[in-house]
């Protein structure tokens, strides 16, 4: 034993007549002739029936194990000799003896692993049993009690230990400097942790253990001391926690050391102080309050422990790591009822009130100046109350209450777990089970136990509310939220599952691992405090997205992106909007969120005051994109550069599309102005390439015509690029000078590949767009490059209507101003040729009624095919140009809106008809936006999440999805009854 335990002042006198005699108002049992297996069981041993007698009590008290405890009373009825010699024997010296019998379970000569194994477990039943005896018969109170367990345990791991050192040594495994006393100078020690540390465990406990071996100083080879510690700790584990026809000794956890998803059961000195000093948690230095060597080498133990005072006990009065560990604890309490405690179901231990309020509320003050005050480094949980007191922490009137509700608490622990031998710390659900449970503990009935246990439980609540009044508040949270140790705790996935999370285990795994370092941004102690108080805040807002589980993980891969921690969490608990943003990002719009995910300090810009109230101009735009270009130091670089910004762009116009701060047009715009740009600087980087490969055309120019979305400035997050090159040279030019000589057609086609490959081909950057050359004249036929002359006769002479129809938003992008001004001009008259209407009519309907076939047009979701969808709109647009541009060239645009303005002005759309197109392109384009910025697939509304079903109803101006819905379809039916109408000889 490592302390003296209490002294008992009753030594010698047997148990049976040291037992309490039920008191005035207290449980007494049921008699023998109700409780039939108590008089089975004193017919068929009449010695234990004489004491009975003698002994009123003892009868009273197996009464109510055999009534209340079917693991105390299986111990009783298995052994009646053992329970009879513990009744008639002094219990302090039977203690002992179990306890000596214990630490020499692995002394002799001949002792072999099944019998250390069969005589722990025997030796830890023998001492159940007397245990509960002392414990349910009011000999002995809880810290007499709690010490015995965990000097018990103390005495199994030893023992334990010794057995496997001296077989090691046996086969020449460790050089041991002492074989009598092999612990010492074995190079390894156990520390036990929590309340086996602190000498409070508990009837039931595991044994949280931290195993440590001194690699330099090992009495074995460096080399091979971790392979030979690990194994050992894993057999002493076998050894204790194995069940067996014996049962077990102890189950023993060994989470509590560090990171113990990536490290093995034993760890070496050097190891775990560095961790400690590196990204060492609060959770962690609390645990170690309590940290104790209970077998192994002496001097290792004391040694870490002395290393880790400067971790544990901080030399200032340490506030911050105070509101981590309390924001630990609040998330552990049930927010459900706040003040209210219910007894049926009630946890003792983490419920308000209990066991777990006690212990924080004297580890946070210790915490806090135990760093200056040595006096309060102590571990017991009373041993600390007193030396509060002592140190004007707290009054007496604190302790005493605090102290008498503690032990009352551990003895109803004691008793829920006494019932099965389970480690539990819940009351029963129903009332039949804890009138039951409360004749066990001693009461008379359920009502007279749930009025003192609500008593105390208050008491702890009042002073433990008292002590963090002034905590800021937590987002609110359904349930348990525990992400310490290694494993997952049972209600905490309970919590995340009832939040809306799918994986509640894999968002507790990422929790952990960011709790634990494992990213840049949470390696320091401050960065994790910050985490720990906006876990829930975090979690609260992911569960408000379309799809929680997606967006934890997305929010993972931008935190494993950030250089700190401290500075963004500082920043997601001040602006609870941005964190909601963030969110709606990343749990919503997925395309947009893998952006987010590879360039996190994008976001940086969305906290610029002016971020939402205006986009920024062209001319800035593009400055930013010449600044970073001209730093690149090669081709390859232009693009990957490109492709930077690119992404960073999109990600900025996305998160205004997603926040409503945009519409859908300005979003088009702009999505079009950056790919304007981009295809500007792209064509001018694969020209240079080409002149210093293959020298100039003489007198060669050449254009970008940017046709379909791009063409017509309606671009999504997701579009890609209708493009057609056309170029001019002089008619007696017929090679390229200066380098290696292409003919002109030869040199604008390689320039064509050379601009798609640089636009579309995938870098370590990713890609900028997916390209299309299918619109220029012979689609995949044709040549790649088109030559000026041959586009106009193509057009004037050859071109199909629809091929007029997707010129009408054909618009010269790059290259040189002169020529794109000749190109724009061309194509400007061809669309104010004339058209033969009736021909134009049938073309434009044939053509509908083709895509309807092929691509279907019944789901109104699908709203670029669907009836009275995108594609309807634009054919009108394109046939009212068509048909009018001849007579009305001022109706001529590229985007549809302005078309539909420009026929409403020049009187060719009735106002009403116009209003509709007009509120049916917004409506269809806002949809648009959202959908290719939230999905990759395609929208099904039965399926999607209700994050994704409000922005929608949002960017209708609807109040929920089903009246957006409704609203769609209306408008669908008047679109399609206008092309009907409108698009006629």
């Given amino acids: 034993m490592t302390e003296t335990l209490a002294k008992d002042t009753l030594s010698g006198t047997p148990l049976a007549q040291r037992l309490a005699a039920p008191e005035k108002g207290k449980a007494k049992g049921k008699g023998e002739a109700e409780q039939p297996h108590l008089a089975t069981l004193l017919q068929e041993n009449r010695a234990l029936s004489a004491l009975v007698k003698r002994a009123p009590p003892a009868g009273a008290l197996l009464a109510r194990i055999a009534d209340g405890s079917p693991f105390l009373w299986q111990l009783c009825e298995s052994d009646p000799e053992r329970l009879l010699r513990l009744l008639e024997g002094d219990p302090q010296t039977a203690r002992d003896a179990l306890l000596a019998e214990a630490r020499a379970a692995a002394d002799g000569e001949e002792v072999d692993e099944a019998h250390v194994m069969r005589r722990l477990r025997k030796l830890k039943a023998e001492m159940a049993l007397l245990l509960a005896l002392a414990d349910l018969g009011g000999v002995w109170d809880v810290p007499v009690v709690t010490a015995a367990?965990?000097?018990?345990?103390?005495?199994?791991?030893?023992?334990?230990l010794r057995f496997l050192l001296r077989e090691a040594a046996g086969r020449g495994k460790i050089a041991l400097p002492d074989l009598a006393d092999p612990e010492q100078g074995c190079g390894l020690t156990v520390l036990a942790m929590g309340k086996h540390g602190a000498r409070e465990l508990n009837y039931s406990s595991d044994i949280d253990l931290i195993v440590f071996y001194d690699r330099q100083n090992a009495p074995l080879d460096e080399d091979d001391a971790p392979p030979f510690y690990i194994r050992l700790v894993q057999h002493l584990v076998r050894i204790l926690q194995e069940?067996?026809?014996?049962?077990?000794?102890?189950?023993?956890d060994l989470r509590l050391r560090p990171d113990p998803g990536s490290t093995p059961v034993a760890i070496s000195v050097e190891a775990a102080l560095s961790y400690y000093e590196t990204v060492g948690q609060n959770w962690e230095r609390a645990a170690m309050l309590k940290a104790r060597p209970a077998a192994g080498d002496a001097r290792v133990g004391e040694e870490v422990l002395h290393a880790l005072v400067p971790f544990i006990w901080r030399k200032h009065?340490?506030?911050?790591?105070?509101?981590?560990?309390?924001?630990?604890?609040?998330?552990?309490?049930?927010?459900?009822?706040?003040?209210?405690?219910?007894?049926?179901?009630?946890n003792v231990k983490l419920g308000r009130g209990g066991i777990r309020e006690i212990e924080f509320f004297v580890q946070t003050q210790q915490l806090v100046a135990g760093g200056r005050i040595p006096d309060l480094r102590v571990r017991g949980t009373e041993a600390a109350l007193a030396a509060l007191v002592e140190h004007n922490w707290i009054d007496e009137k604190t302790r005493d209450d605090l102290v008498r509700a503690y032990r009352f608490l551990r003895s109803v622990e004691h008793r829920i777990q006494m019932v099965a031998d389970e480690q539990t710390h819940m009351l029963p659900e129903d009332r039949d089970s804890m009138e039951r449970l409360a004749r066990f503990a001693g009461f008379d009935s359920r009502d007279a136990f749930a009025r003192a246990l609500q008593a105390e439980l208050e008491c702890v609540q009042e002073h433990y509310s008292h002590l963090f009044e002034d905590a800021q508040p937590l987002a609110a949270s359904s349930g348990s939220l525990v992400f310490t140790?290694?494993?997952?705790?049972?209600?905490?996935?309970?919590?995340?599952?009832?939040?809306?999370?799918?994986?509640?285990?894999?968002?507790?795994?990422?929790?952990?691992?960011?709790?634990?370092?494992?990213?840049?941004?949470?390696?320091?102690?401050?960065?994790?405090?910050?985490?720990?108080?906006?876990?829930?805040?975090?979690?609260?807002?992911?569960?408000r997205t379309s799809d929680p589980d997606s967006a934890l993980r997305a929010f993972d891969r931008v935190l494993a992106r950030q250089p700190a921690g401290i500075e963004?969490?500082?920043?997601?608990?001040?602006?609870?909007?941005?964190?909601?943003?963030?969110?709606?990002?990343l749990g919503t719009a997925p395309r947009l969120a893998d952006l987010v995910g590879r360039r996190p300090h994008v976001l940086d810009a969305v906290l610029e005051a002016d971020f939402f109230s205006a986009l920024p101009d062209e001319e800035l735009v593009r400055e930013r994109l010449d600044q970073t270009l001209n730093e690149a130091r090669s081709y390859e670089d232009v693009l990957d550069r490109a492709r930077i910004f690119a992404q960073e762009h999109k990600v900025l116009i996305g998160v205004r599309v997603l926040s409503g701060a945009i519409t859908a047009e300005r979003a088009g715009e702009a999505f079009a102005k950056l790919a304007d740009l981009l295809i500007e600087r792209v064509h001018a980087a694969a020209e240079a390439e080409m002149v210093r490969a293959h020298g100039t055309v003489p007198g060669g120019r050449s254009t970008i015509l940017?046709?379909?979305?791009?063409?017509?400035?309606?671009?999504?997050?997701a579009s890609d690029l209708d493009l057609i090159l056309i170029y001019d040279h002089p008619d007696d030019v017929t090679s390229s000078e200066g380098g290696r000589e292409l003919a002109p057609s030869q040199y604008y086609a390689r320039l064509t590949q050379r601009i798609v490959s640089a636009l579309s081909a995938p870098t370590a950057e990713g890609t900028l767009y997916e390209v299309d050359f299918r619109l220029r004249p012979s689609g995949h036929s044709g040549p790649l490059a088109t030559r000026f002359s041959a586009f106009q006769r193509y057009q004037r002479e050859e071109a199909w209507t629809w091929e007029h129809m997707a010129l009408t938003r054909a618009r010269p992008i790059s290259g040189d101003g002169a020529f794109r001004a000749e190109v724009e001009a061309e194509v400007a008259e061809v669309l104010t040729a004339e058209h033969e209407r009736k021909k134009l009519a049938k073309d434009v309907r044939d053509m509908r009624r083709t895509l309807a076939v092929e691509k279907g047009e019944d789901d109104p979701w699908e709203l670029k095919t669907a009836v009275g969808g995108l594609i309807d709109l634009e054919f009108i647009a394109q046939f009212l140009q068509l048909a009018h541009g001849h007579a009305h060239p001022e109706i001529l645009s590229t985007t549809t809106i302005r078309v539909f303005e420009a026929a409403a002005h020049a009187k060719l759309l009735a106002q009403e008809d116009y209003e509709l197109l007009r509120a049916a392109t917004r409506l269809q384009h806002d949809l648009t936006q959202l959908l290719r910025l939230c999905l990759s697939e395609s929208f099904d509304p039965k399926t999607a999440g209700a994050g994704l079903l409000a922005l929608l109803a949002r960017a209708g101006g609807?109040?929920?999805?089903?009246?957006?819905?409704?609203?769609?379809?209306?408008?669908?039916?008047g679109v399609r009854k206008l092309f009907t109408k409108l698009v006629t000889a």
């Fill in 149 to 160: 367990l965990s000097d018990f345990a103390d005495a199994a791991i030893s023992a334990g």
């Fill in 243 to 252: 069940r067996t026809e014996d049962g077990y000794v102890f189950r023993t």
């Fill in 317 to 346: 009065l340490d506030y911050a790591a105070i509101a981590d560990i309390h924001a630990m604890k609040r998330q552990i309490q049930m927010h459900r009822g706040h003040g209210a405690v219910a007894i049926e179901g009630h």
């Fill in 485 to 543: 140790g290694e494993e997952d705790d049972p209600e905490t996935l309970d919590t995340l599952h009832r939040m809306g999370f799918r994986e509640p285990s894999m968002v507790a795994g990422l929790v952990r691992a960011w709790h634990h370092g494992r990213v840049v941004a949470t390696r320091s102690a401050r960065a994790r405090e910050l985490l720990t108080e906006l876990i829930p805040a975090l979690l609260d807002a992911m569960t």
């Fill in 568 to 585: 963004f969490f500082s920043l997601l608990r001040s602006n609870p909007g941005f964190l909601g943003l963030l969110a709606d990002v």
């Fill in 706 to 717: 940017a046709m379909g979305k791009l063409g017509g400035r309606e671009m999504t997050f």
């Fill in 958 to 973: 609807d109040p929920d999805f089903a009246a957006l819905s409704s609203e769609l379809k209306d408008t669908q039916k």
